[in-house]
């Protein structure tokens, strides 16, 4: 059984409840996404299915994807994301996937990649207080400080936070609820932030039970 689909987040709203508590909630666009390929035990060694997601115009595609394309009889597509499955039964090149596979309550694990912010300081990246803004202190606002360990190791021990690349990274929040499902708009509403742009590529799982709420970082 297929267990996720490819999605695009629209952008952050807020719905409410029949108490008059607003809820914040993300859109995503869940979907249709066809079944180009399913990949078997016997010969490929693991059971998964390949979903496509978005239009894309043939001429577009390079010669084997066209060939890809054709030979499972579904239109080219500009995303393509493996979904690793227990079963394969019920299951098969030409299937569409949408929204419906979502129910309202349901939970589910999101993946999205964060927004890039290039080459950042401290301040920014993990939110250092920065130097002191008295007099003299002009120089030191967002600088690093002292990285050193004196004489005793005299080196700097490794994963220390200092400036670089800030986010662009992909990471997973799990046990997001779905407050709506609407299989005929291809829309899902889930409470909560998730991580990414508007219109960035989003990887929608059923979740997995026992599973704590948290943010990992694949």
Do not use: W
Request: glycine share 14%; with cysteine.
């Amino acid at each position: 059984m297929i267990n996720g689909i490819i999605g695009r987040k629209v952008g952050m709203t807020q719905v409410f409840e029949d108490s008059g508590k607003a809820i914040p909630v993300t859109v995503i666009e869940a979907g249709p996404c066809p079944v180009v390929q399913v990949k078997t035990q016997e010969r490929d060694g693991y059971q998964a299915v390949q979903l496509g997601f978005g239009k894309r115009k043939e001429n577009k595609c390079n010669n084997p994807r066209r060939g890809q394309f054709a030979k499972a009889g579904v239109e080219p597509v500009r995303v393509l994301r493996e979904f690793t499955v227990e079963s394969l039964e019920d299951v098969s090149v030409g299937d569409t996937v949408d929204a419906s596979l979502f129910s309202e309550g349901e939970m589910v694990d999101v993946t999205g990649t964060s927004k890039g912010h290039g080459f950042t300081g401290v301040v920014k990246r993990y939110g250092f207080k920065g130097g002191r803004k008295s007099h003299g202190g002009e120089q030191d606002l967002r600088r690093t400080g002292s990285i050193g360990a004196s004489a005793t190791p005299s080196r700097v021990f490794k994963g220390k936070r200092m400036p670089g690349r800030y986010g662009a990274k992909r990471h997973t929040v799990q046990n997001l609820q779905v407050i709506q499902a609407d299989p005929e708009r291809n829309l899902l509403v889930i409470k909560g932030g998730i991580p990414g742009p508007t219109n960035g590529l989003l990887l929608i799982r059923k979740a997995v039970k026992g599973s704590g709420q948290n943010n990992t970082e694949e």
